[in-house]
């Protein structure tokens, strides 16, 4: 095989196999799933930075729930279970925050909160 059939060959194998994973992982460090449940948010903790824009994409495993924060600019959101709700996060000071779930959802509810550390770059 000469030099130029090798790199065609290997580009090849580069767009089929290895370009995919890069472009996932991307949207992998851009996005985070987060699952409400009856009473808890898994994770619980997250960590954003400060000035990087996080797509935080909301689902519940069972019940309705809802996230709310004016510090971080979260809107009145309600996560319904089985759909992801997707809220856009660029978070612009560092601290610790805590939500709490904004929707009653049963016994648990005021112990059912997500922790948002926000650090710089």
């Known amino acids: 095989?000469?030099?130029l059939s090798f790199f065609v060959a290997l580009s090849a194998l580069f767009a089929l196999f290895v370009a995919p994973l890069v472009a996932t992982s991307?949207?992998?460090r851009s996005s985070m799933d987060i699952v409400a449940s009856?009473?808890?948010f898994t994770p619980g903790a997250?960590?954003?930075?400060?000035?990087?824009?996080?797509q935080l994409r909301f689902t519940s495993r069972k019940g309705v729930h809802g996230v709310q924060?004016?510090?971080l600019g979260i809107p009145q959101t309600t996560i319904m279970p089985g759909k992801f709700i997707v809220v856009s996060v660029t978070p612009k000071k560092t601290g610790t925050y805590v939500i709490h779930?904004?929707?009653?959802?049963?016994?648990?509810?005021?112990?059912m909160r997500l922790t948002v550390?926000?650090?710089s770059k």
Do not use: D, E, Y
């Open 101 to 111: 779930c904004s929707i009653f959802c049963g016994a648990g509810h005021p112990n």
């Open 46 to 54: 997250i960590t954003l930075h400060v000035g990087q824009t996080k």
């Open 117 to 119: 550390k926000v650090v």
């Open 26 to 28: 991307a949207a992998a």
């Open 1 to 3: 095989m000469n030099r």
């Open 38 to 40: 009856n009473w808890k």
């Open 69 to 71: 924060s004016n510090v």
